[in-house]
């Protein structure tokens, strides 16, 4: 990159607004999971309209950006290749405005803001953004990936959650569209910012967006269920659906290999089952009421108490056993899988999703195939039966020779997405949208007529290099 | 139309399949409301091939389609225009597949099956399309315009409840779209399904779909509310979302106007009010719950009741009076709405949305307004309050001379819009999307920067002549 761009990009931003050393630029060239690449430079523009210069003039002078919010993701979406001629646009100065609509239960908010410091703020009005996460990103790249998360069963994703944004695209005026109007009804043509929600960045810069609202949960009960056997999973998911309608606010799926690696690793966990014996596959459910318990009220635990005990004494029941506890102990348990499993060993991980009846005939299949195919690769997956969605992690022993093979890590990841995609019918990446490390992968399963549609809306909207993703 | 084209067409689609003659075509030719058009022919494909083989044809020939299902809509999107010149492409044929999916709690359906059938075959296994309309369309139309109807507060609207779509599209192939896969996590480039959805058909004609279900409510209570004021309005709404969370499944305002038109010319009514006196603003608040009423649990009505006295007895309370009632009467009402104002006179109707905030500010607003410029117009409002939007439906007596007078509607339409959206920024097309009725508010009102993308969309997807709305 030549000094005059650096140069003219420093004029625009002023000192705080244009990184190019070294040093300053190291956290914005490294992903949160082995990544790294290397940045010409890291834009960091304060406001919609400084996005649009920078956006601007780059585009003009043919330079590539990458745009970056809380650098959280998992598939290489966020940060730069190591060729150095790619720029960040990070979000990270963007954190305004917070404007809380209390009738309205939205709020407007910079792109540039960490979700925990959203809902921190929200916190004193009853309200939240309800896409709950291990991760703590920043609005930008939720939106830019249409996470959903662990209550997306009770809140939907983030696409469900967006009322407005505001967007710069990569065209040569880097034209503002402003889609912020954050009214719930409104049909007068095409609904602009869906094109920008889960579609990594490529169409424009999210800067502002306005965001529904929930109303806190006031009472919670959960349980960890051992179902009758894998096969028995989807019914007993029909059956807590029957019994509770609306009230299941999460469906989680943990593998005993997620569960016991969390066991291993996290200190602070404490092993919730039977004589500590893990069981193969547990499901973590989740009840909770938006209003406050009422006088007279039975209590949530008593409830759930109540049903998971008719679905037990069921005929043929697709329960064998169920502890009801603490959510926050049985969430910390969950919670603690991610880490857990990334202290077994290297991991390789999958973002998956099924229609929900064939979420477990995938494992099941994948755990029988796995011994024949890749016999030093333990399945360790945990993930969301009630919206269909699996983290399918793998782990391979550290000191496995087969690691430094090049041609090991593709191919698992060929034969795992292709059992997925073209097997089962599913998606091979459900949250974590695109990036470097799953392009090959867009290319190769995206039908023709759908790639040519994409690269024609890309012309059309932001015709300049924007984001990791390529049509 | 030249008679070849009609003999080729019938080639294609068989004796049933093409209808060319004037009794034939009368009601594909008539809308819902004030609504007159002549067809060149109406096509009525029974499969996804066969739209496909209508549509390649007539964009190769240069013959505009207009796509209609239930013909329900009240905005001229779905009849034919008065030039004899356009198709009809019906999907009355388009019934099948039907494909419920308890686990994934999806249904896959045609097109052109009516919400009622649609709610009917899926009533014994205990879920629905939670869509609550007073019309009875079909589901090619409901996507076309995002219906959102009386639920959405609870449930949302079409777009959160479309998991897929089979599309074809207006291009010489008449190229197919297969976005069916039913996932509800799917993050792998844009969601195409979300650009067929609330555009009038006119990016691709939507020939099957696949539908989230709900569970159906199994306890429900309502009651009608007096607020203290129009403004106490948003005060009362944020107080029942605070005690009841997401159980409110509706809050729809009805003006004493509409309710006195309802009770006038709706035999089937009871007055429920005091003395028989209709308030000059209701509220119809609905609490529901898809779990079964469990032993020892407060019943709904109860519920509702102590709520509503807790809010009552604030200081400064926003509720005047309630009265709690069986949720069929009291439906019955707010479903005699439209019946009631139509019989009033000649009926201008307007369906506005604004953030929630701002509907009785609106309101107001026009009810201090309107006298001193259309003193012979009076405001019978409705609307969804929980979600912001409004039936603004003005009565006009019908005698008046100012009836005939040219100017008389645009310049009252105009008027209204402007309010609406430049002053309360508000949407002119909450749920009934775009059609010749309201194109020129479209133009009128869509920023240059959105239409020039929107032309640019239209050319890459759907470049032959398809629906009634223009970019």
Not at 182 to 211: H, P, Y
Not at 297 to 316: M, S, T
Not at 360 to 386: N, Q, S, Y
Not at 388 to 416: I, K, M, S
Request: charged residues 20%; aromatic residues 8%.
């Amino acid at each position: 990159m030549i000094d005059a761009h650096i140069e003219a990009l420093q004029n625009l931003l002023g000192e705080k607004g244009l990184l190019a050393t070294a040093s300053d630029m190291a956290a914005y060239e490294t992903g949160a999971r082995y990544d790294h690449g290397a940045a010409a430079f890291v834009a960091r523009p304060a406001s919609t309209g400084e996005v649009s210069a920078v956006v601007s003039y780059c585009v003009r002078n043919g330079i590539a950006l990458i745009p970056q919010s809380g650098n959280t993701g998992l598939v290489s979406g966020s940060t730069p290749d190591d060729s150095g001629r790619q720029g960040v646009l990070s979000l990270d100065r963007l954190t305004a405005p917070f404007a809380l609509d209390r009738v309205n239960r939205t709020v407007k908010a910079g792109a540039g803001l960490r979700l925990s410091d959203l809902n921190g703020r929200l916190e004193e009005a009853g309200l939240f953004f309800p896409i709950d996460l291990g991760a703590d990103p920043c609005l930008g790249g939720m939106i830019a990936t249409n996470t959903g998360g662990s209550r997306f069963l009770r809140y939907g994703d983030v696409r469900r959650n967006t009322l407005g944004l505001t967007v710069v695209l990569a065209d040569e005026d880097g034209t503002v569209l402003d889609l912020s109007s954050g009214l719930r009804k409104n049909n007068t043509g095409i609904d602009w910012k869906q094109l920008f929600i889960g579609t990594s960045g490529a169409f424009g810069i999210v800067t502002e967006c306005v965001l529904n609202l929930e109303p806190l949960p006031r009472q919670t009960a959960t349980a960890l269920l051992v179902p009758a056997s894998t096969e028995a999973v989807p019914a007993l998911l029909v059956a807590m659906e029957e019994a509770l309608g609306s009230y299941l606010s999460a469906f989680e799926g943990m593998s005993g290999n997620a569960v016991r690696a969390a066991l291993d690793h996290v200190a602070s966990l404490r092993n919730p089952f039977q004589g500590g014996i893990v069981p193969d596959f547990v499901i973590l459910a989740e009840i909770s009421r938006s209003s406050p318990q009422r006088e007279g009220e039975q209590p949530l635990d008593a409830v759930l108490e109540d049903v998971l005990a008719a679905i037990w004494e069921q005929e043929g029941a697709p329960l064998a056993d169920a502890f009801v506890g603490p959510p926050h102990e049985i969430w910390a348990l969950r919670h603690g899988l991610s880490e857990g499993v990334k202290h077994s060993g290297r991991l390789i991980a999958f973002d998956l999703s099924f229609r929900r009846g064939d979420i477990m005939r995938f494992l099941d299949h994948m755990k029988a195939e796995m011994p024949k195919r890749f016999a030093d690769v333990t399945i360790c997956d945990f993930g969301h039966i009630g919206d269909g969605g699996v983290h399918f992690n793998l782990v391979v022993a550290c000191d496995d020779r087969r690691l430094a093979d090049p041609g090991f890590e593709p191919g698992l990841r060929e034969w795992v997405f292709t059992a997925a995609v073209e097997t089962f019918g599913g998606s091979f990446s459900a949250e974590h949208a695109i990036g470097r490390k799953n392009q090959g992968f867009y290319d190769k399963y995206t039908p023709d007529e759908i790639r040519k549609l994409a690269a024609g809306l890309k012309s059309i909207t932001s015709p300049g290099p924007l984001g990791a993703m390529t049509f």
